[in-house]
């Protein structure tokens, strides 16, 4: 079965330093997402990714991140420059789209857990 | 404002006992519903989802939701539960008519007593 895969599993930076998050989302997926999730809290969406630009994004996604689809199979999150507050797990998500019923289901990968010292 | 609420943040049970997760979702329009369940140290995993038709809907391991429309609850529930069932379980929502995001609850924590 497809799955969405996210490397790497863990993550370790210094603060002020940039970290990419990759993602591969599922072949076909139309649709792309971004979410985290602080330690001991709930899963929080960052942004949306379609027709290779941003569809939707949080208040939480400021400046400091970008997302980029630079090949036609990964799907990167980019921090410029990490603060401690960062540290969370990244999930990437993918959804076939297509507005019907069943089409929104969004598969999720595995996460990457960013830790920023 | 969009928002999806559990009320229990913590629940203790026994093996075998049944149990009942409420959610409770804010959400204008038609919905898609889920739960995820995250077990220690692992990522999130789909217990089940409800997109329409039938509003019980059966998910894996037993677990099964059942969406009320008119009271906005989409609660989670387990005939007996195991030990093995100890986890965080996320209820979850989205806009039905597009890929939306999805706005999950703060989550419950759920503790197996052997």
């Known amino acids: 079965e497809p799955e969405v895969t996210q490397t790497p599993s863990h993550q370790v930076t210094q603060m002020g330093q940039e970290v990419i998050l990759r993602c591969v989302p599922i072949s076909n997926h139309l649709y792309f997402y971004w979410y985290r999730q602080i330690l001991g809290q709930k899963v929080e969406f960052l942004v949306s990714?379609?027709?290779?630009?941003?569809?939707?994004k949080s208040e939480i996604f400021d400046d400091q991140f970008s997302v980029e689809r630079p090949d036609g199979s990964n799907f990167t999150l980019k921090i410029r420059s990490t603060k401690l507050e960062d540290s969370a797990m990244y999930f990437c998500?993918?959804?076939?789209?297509?507005?019907?019923?069943?089409?929104?289901?969004?598969?999720f990968g595995p996460g990457t857990r960013l830790t920023v010292l | 404002a969009q928002s999806v609420s559990q009320h229990n943040h913590h629940v203790i049970l026994s093996e075998a006992a049944s149990l009942e997760l409420g959610c409770n979702y804010s959400?204008?329009?038609?919905?898609?519903l889920f739960w995820y369940v995250q077990y220690p140290g692992q990522h999130l995993q789909l217990l089940l989802k409800y997109f329409s038709g039938d509003p019980l809907v059966k998910g894996i391991k037993g677990f099964e939701a059942e969406f009320i429309k008119s009271k906005f609850s989409f609660n989670l529930r387990k005939p007996s539960v195991q030990w093995s069932d100890t986890a965080e379980y996320f209820c979850a929502v989205n806009g039905a008519s597009s890929a939306s995001k999805i706005i999950f609850g703060s989550g419950t924590r759920l503790s197996i007593r052997p």
């Open positions: 998500a993918s959804s076939p789209g297509g507005g019907l019923a069943g089409y929104n289901e969004q598969f």
């Open positions: 990714f379609y027709n290779n630009e941003i569809s939707e």
């Open positions: 959400y204008g329009g038609t919905v898609n």
